[in-house]
């Protein structure tokens, strides 16, 4: 019988150890916060601040702090919506296009610098149980 209690603490273990090398710190970044923000953005050509705040699952008034950040450092703009003037459409700009792609260039090779590690055969499991775990359970859909 499978000891589910002590894989989950084996597990957290793991997580612990993991946390502090500094290439999980980068791939931990890059789906949080303002690197997923400008990722999103980047992906979907223009956003508004509410479809961020689903995607990310955080408040509106977080989104907001790091939108002014974004645009204070010239990777985004903000415009009024064209198709509904109450809303505010967000952009990526040229510097937050390049900003956006040297991320996912560095964080692409942070991982295939991971992946290499294991191996072919444990990389593909890996890949393939990640995939498994990112599927969405009954409760959260």
């Known amino acids: 019988k ?12 793991c997580l612990s150890l993991l946390s502090k090398h500094g290439s999980q ?16 953005i980047a ?7 509410s ?14 702090a790091a ?3 974004l645009e ?4 985004i703009s903000r415009r009024i919506d064209r198709r509904d003037r109450r809303r505010i459409s967000i952009e ?14 560095d964080l692409s090779e942070a991982i295939e610098k991971r992946l290499r590690r294991l191996g072919e055969s444990d ?9 498994r775990l990112a599927e969405p359970e009954d409760d959260e859909e």
């Not at 992906?43 to 601040?49: G, H, L, S």
């Not at 479809?51 to 907001?64: E, F, G, L, N, Y």
């Not at 990526?92 to 260039?105: H, S, Y």
């Open 72 to 75: 204070s450092s010239g990777f």
């Open 92 to 105: 990526i700009t040229v510097a937050g296009r390049e900003r956006a792609d040297q991320r996912r260039k």
């Open 2 to 13: 499978v000891d589910y209690t002590r894989l989950t603490e084996e597990l957290l273990k």
């Open 123 to 131: 990389a593909r499991e890996y890949v393939r149980i990640m995939r």
């Open 43 to 49: 992906q979907n050509n223009e956003a508004a601040p």
């Open 67 to 69: 939108l002014n950040k």
């Open 51 to 64: 479809d961020i705040s689903r995607a990310m699952r955080i408040s509106t008034a977080r989104v907001a």
């Open 25 to 40: 710190r980068q791939i931990n970044r890059s789906v949080q916060g303002e690197h997923f923000i400008l990722e999103y």
